[in-house]
């Protein structure tokens, strides 16, 4: 692991002239994309895909606080970078608190199966994910803790090694939070469908190309690395414009071991290790399928042990 000393300033103006090119840009290409024929969604909205990936990479920084160093404004934005995904920031804050200390343990093991698990769910859910079936998931689940919180702790879920431990940090504060954040971001939606005259065939195209975009953005760091908390991601090398796009979030092992250090740093901290392979490279292998697994799993990472992690 690559010692980091010293403060690293959160770019808090860079972050929000950012936030407000993406919220521009997305709503203006929808517009023009339900303005002109159905055709010109397909190209407008690979446009908006890409744009999408960097509002989610905004949206990451926010739940580490590193977005704004003003928490009032850092969830602010949060919030509504999240109506554009759509998704309640609290809900992606918590998650992704978890996915910090489950990180490669059996509760996140998506890429590979045990001898006893079913070989055909495990490819199902597998290809799911690459394909982007996954995101359509969390908008609804989104929604659903907003309204019957329960159930999301009912035995489907906490039978389940995947969903058995992502519920567990949402108390009265949390439930509160995103419902308002829920019902605002449906208020939004609203009033820009309106506001705008979108037509849902082309806002649909739009988000069925990001849906499968940050699919492959999600997991590609993460599979087939060591059973790790903190090591278990790669950094992949990329084209210089999409390190920007993804406020350089390919260096996801950096960002792993230092996940309080802002964006605009995990480069120079990570040149001095190297890159692990190049993006695509290492894509086309996840297309192989899972992998059976080699090796067992870590223990779960103490959120106080998370909480220092410099």
């Known amino acids: 692991m690559i010692a980091v000393r010293g403060h690293y300033p959160v770019p808090a103006h860079l972050n929000l002239m950012v936030a407000a090119a993406i919220f521009f840009s997305v709503t203006g290409l929808l517009w023009l994309a339900s303005q002109l024929p159905l055709a010109w969604a397909f190209p407008i909205g690979l446009i908006v895909s890409f744009i999408l990936l960097c509002n989610y990479a905004l949206m990451h920084e926010a739940t580490h606080d590193i977005l704004h160093p003003e928490p009032l404004v850092n969830d602010m934005v949060g919030m509504v970078l999240g109506w554009l995904f759509p998704l309640s920031f609290t809900v992606l804050k918590v998650t992704h608190t978890v996915h910090h200390c489950c990180n490669r343990t059996d509760h996140e093991m998506f890429d ?11 490819w199902i859910q597998w290809y799911g994910l690459m394909l982007g079936l996954w995101w359509y998931l969390i908008p609804i689940g989104s929604l659903l803790l907003a309204v019957a919180p329960d159930w999301l702790h009912s035995p489907p879920f906490r039978q389940a090694r995947t969903t058995e431990v992502l519920f567990d940090d949402f108390g009265k504060h949390e439930i509160r939070r995103l419902r308002i954040e829920t019902a605002l971001g449906i208020l939004f939606w609203i009033l820009l469908f309106l506001g705008l005259q979108l037509r849902w065939e082309a806002v649909l195209i739009a988000y069925a190309m990001f849906a499968f975009n940050w699919s492959t953005r999600q997991y590609v760091t993460h599979a087939f690395t060591p059973r790790n908390v903190r090591d278990g991601a790669l950094n992949l090398r990329v084209s210089r414009p999409m390190g920007w796009l993804l406020l350089n979030g390919n260096w996801d092992r950096v960002h792993h071991q230092h996940p309080h250090v802002p964006w605009l740093y995990l480069s120079s901290i990570g040149r001095h290790g190297g ?36």
């Not at 890159?275 to 106080?304: K, N």
């Open 112 to 122: 590979c199966y045990y001898p006893d698990d079913n070989r055909l769910v495990k």
């Open 275 to 310: 890159y692990d392979t190049g993006y695509w490279r290492h894509y086309w292998r996840l297309w192989a399928g899972p992998r059976p697994c080699q090796e067992p799993g870590p223990a779960i990472l103490a959120r106080t042990i998370y909480r220092e992690m410099v």
